[in-house]
């Protein structure tokens, strides 16, 4: 018979009745942490349901929620939890709480916390409840982004071909100088394309790259919680940095590289282990798939400490 | 890791990755059939050496054509990726379709832990050793 045991508001994983004796011997559980099966009506002590293991029965409060009812609580929410959203005092970050503040202002708080306060939004960061929820977050801010960026590229793009062809002549084929408005209207129909393309391409890969920042981090033995932590990491923090993708010309490299650093900080956060591991996390699969990145990221801090170096020897 | 149902509310990583390698397969296939430009890789272009990916786009234009000898020569590595993918779109599709048990990996052994993490870095130095030799 398996077992589920909740601890501290949170789900621990499943267990076999013979290992949860076992780890009640070895004080891994506590006798007042929970735990479900099927057949039980609600989540009950260990102490009371393995009262020959335990010495003394622990009375806690487990309420009247049947993780197994609604499908959100199943998904790892804590019985007896008074937060109905998340486990402990894991509740964030704002657009979680979207009902209450609204949409427009979960999405700037929750933009404000990730990309200026990282570290404590992380630790606060809900680990479960859905994919949906984060996933709708990165999805709204990654649309916009697409749109504005598409508008950019059209407007410079048909400006430089206007401009272009009002310099140059013979640049057509027959020595026929193309019309400025078509040029311009070809280069719309491709921003149109362009951006359906990225609409469907963005969250493919997201999907996919956190794929592998989550068996990267397994690798490194840092994944003490499932995909959907990871997923939530990679989705509040890539889509909060797209926000940068708003600014002309140089947002979209800044907005890459912090969305790099926010998820390296969220991941070690998120998942209890440590920022090196998240880092690894981050970079190693960005490595594999092509070293460049590394080379990228050598060459601009090189640039950086050089500049910094420069500075201080003036 | 034991076959088990999905309990209510969990994640169905069946249905999301099957969803997302299809896609994903879609999308690859559409550039591919288009003759949209595909990515070059500038490491290999500034070194003469390849990185550990390089080749999966002529990977994939061989399976795409059937040539699945040419595939796997080019890099062994992103084929056995692909063949991968596919075995488990077969079993994600099977699950799905018949309400199977799922896979889950649950309370893995160290020592099976340990053999993939060992496995899978060898795999890539051996693979991107291969790559350098041939110099793709």
């Known amino acids: 018979m398996q077992y589920h045991i909740a601890r501290n508001g949170q789900q621990a994983g499943t267990f076999s009745e013979e290992d949860v004796r076992s780890k009640l011997l070895l004080n891994e559980f506590s006798p007042s942490d929970l735990c479900w099966t099927e057949g039980m009506a609600d989540w009950q002590p260990l102490s009371v349901r393995f009262a020959q293991t335990t010495s003394a029965p622990v009375a806690a409060d487990t309420g009247a929620i049947n993780p197994y009812a609604p499908p959100q609580a199943s998904a790892g929410q804590p019985p007896g939890s008074d937060a109905p959203t998340g486990s402990g005092d894991r509740t964030g970050p704002a657009w979680e ?14 933009c404000k916390a990730v990309l200026l306060q990282p570290t404590q939004t992380f630790a606060t960061m809900k680990r479960d409840g859905g994919i949906g929820v984060p996933f709708a977050f990165f999805m709204i801010i990654a649309s916009i ?26 640049t057509g084929s027959g020595d026929q100088p193309l019309p400025a408005a078509a040029m311009v209207g070809g280069s719309v129909v491709a921003g149109i394309i362009g951006m359906i393309a990225m609409l469907i391409f963005v969250p493919i890969w997201h999907f996919i790259w956190c794929g592998l920042m989550h068996a990267t981090l ?38 890459w590289v912090w969305a790099m650093v926010v998820t390296c900080i969220g ?5 209890d282990t440590s920022t090196e591991k998240g880092i690894g996390a ?21 640039t950086l400490v050089a500049a910094a170096a420069k500075s201080s020897g003036n | 890791m034991r076959w088990r149902h999905l309990h209510p509310g969990e994640l169905d990583h069946e249905r ?27 490491w290999h272009e500034m070194t003469g050496f390849p990185c550990p990916c390089c080749g999966g786009t002529r990977t994939a234009r061989h399976l795409l054509a059937g040539r699945l000898d040419a595939a796997l020569s080019t890099n062994p590595l992103v084929f056995l990726a692909f063949a991968a993918v596919l075995l488990y779109d077969i079993y994600a599709a099977s699950t799905l379709l018949f309400r199977l048990p799922r896979l889950r990996l649950e309370e893995v052994p160290h020592w099976l832990g340990n053999g993939v993490r060992i496995g899978t870095v060898a795999a890539l130095l051996a693979n991107w050793a291969w790559l350098i030799t041939r110099r793709m």
Request: a positive charge.
């Open chain 1, 267 to 271: 991941l070690g956060k998120a998942h």
């Open chain 1, 145 to 170: 982004a697409i749109i504005v960026n598409q508008i950019y590229g059209t407007i410079f793009q048909g400006t430089m071909l206007s401009l272009m062809s009002g310099l140059t002549a013979g």
């Open chain 1, 282 to 302: 981050t970079l190693i699969p960005l490595a594999v798939c092509c070293v460049l990145v590394v080379g990228l990221y050598a060459a601009v801090f090189g």
């Open chain 2, 16 to 42: 999301l990755w099957l969803a997302v390698t299809v896609c994903a397969a879609f999308i690859g296939w559409g550039i591919l059939a288009s003759g949209l430009p595909t990515p070059r890789c500038i």
């Open chain 1, 97 to 110: 709480q979207r009902a209450t503040l609204g949409i427009p202002r979960a999405i700037v708080d929750t």
């Open chain 1, 218 to 255: 397994m690798m490194l033995k840092g994944a003490n919680h499932p995909f959907e932590t990871t997923f939530r990491v990679a989705s509040y923090a890539s889509g909060a940095a797209m926000v940068l993708h708003l600014v002309p010309i140089c947002g979209g490299i800044i907005g």
